[in-house]
């Protein structure tokens, strides 16, 4: 299907074009059927006949395409950006984003997912504002930002996963003499396409001086097994805004140990993998975003495996050969991959890797479309 811009005066520019080539399934044309065509495309009509292979295909077709962003390069240019541009109200953010090649420019990570670096410098403050789109932060690495969500300021340091449910205040703030630099995912491409983005500037200061050790949510929720009485409903996301490395870290180290004392935990030999969740439900964090950490012993491969909907890895620590579909990469600490719809992916390790990985899977589950095929099996679920 052709998408121009639309008939203007003067001009032949159609809006639908239709495809009237000999091809299987489709009529042998004849000057009546070409005619045909001709008032279908001036009335705004596609037969199915000409299109179907494209509006369903036997295997989801995805735009975007998989695609590997070194860190060192995006560091780099996160730099020269934190000596060019001021960041403050307008801009909101000093934050690049990765465009997927498959999706025309803009900056999509993937259909739904976007994800971007996010730097800021030394003392400097992000303003406060709200936006319905779900957010997270993942640091791959420093410390000395401060997150304030709603009033509360959460400490950001290596290996911390900071998710935040769309409409809740946040700015962020620098206390510290270093810069830093960091992970944000959003639904941004998934709001984009259902137009239900909403947006609100909030105060230029992020409004607090205080740095505590651990937020108000952490003190609330994250202790294990325990939740607060006067908290027993369900929260669609997440009310622990921080999940810190030390318990993701031994999270994954005593998976491996208990697999090395014959226990059947992980998913697959030599791989641990924990799902962050919402600990008043025991679902994902988020109603569109799924985040996990894999970690992946030395000598390891894992089994191929495609799912429908888009994911986006990036290396906290080691390095691997990974290979999606039909690209392949060496990936090492801080590289970012997009790993398409229903795109094989296959990593393998020499001497171990460690993957932060966020998903838009939650969205496909609730809408039951989703699906998982694993090569070694050939099933589907
Ligand atoms: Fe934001």
Redo the contacts with the bound molecule.
Sequence with gaps: MVHGRGMSEGTSAKTVRLARGDAPGRPPMTPELDRLYDRLEDELLVPLWTEIGELMPESPRPDAVPHRWAWRALLEMARQAGDLVPVGRGG??RALALANPGLGGRPFVTPTLWAAVQYLNPREDAPV???TQN?FRFVIEGEGVWTVVNGDPVAMRRGDFLPQAGWNW?GHRNTSDAPMAWLDGLDIPFSYAIDSAFFEFGAEDVGTEETPERSRSERLWAHPGLRPLTRLGPSPATPLLAYRWEYTDRALADQLALEAEGCAVTPEPGHAAVRYTNPSTGGDVLSTVRAEFHRLAPDTATASRREVGSSVYQVFDGRALVTVGAASWRVERGDLFAVPSWQPLRIETEHGIDLFRFADTPIYERLDKDRVAVAEQEGTR
Excluded: L
Aim: no cysteine; proline share 0%.
């Design positions: 909101e953010r504002h709200r936006h957010a946040h």
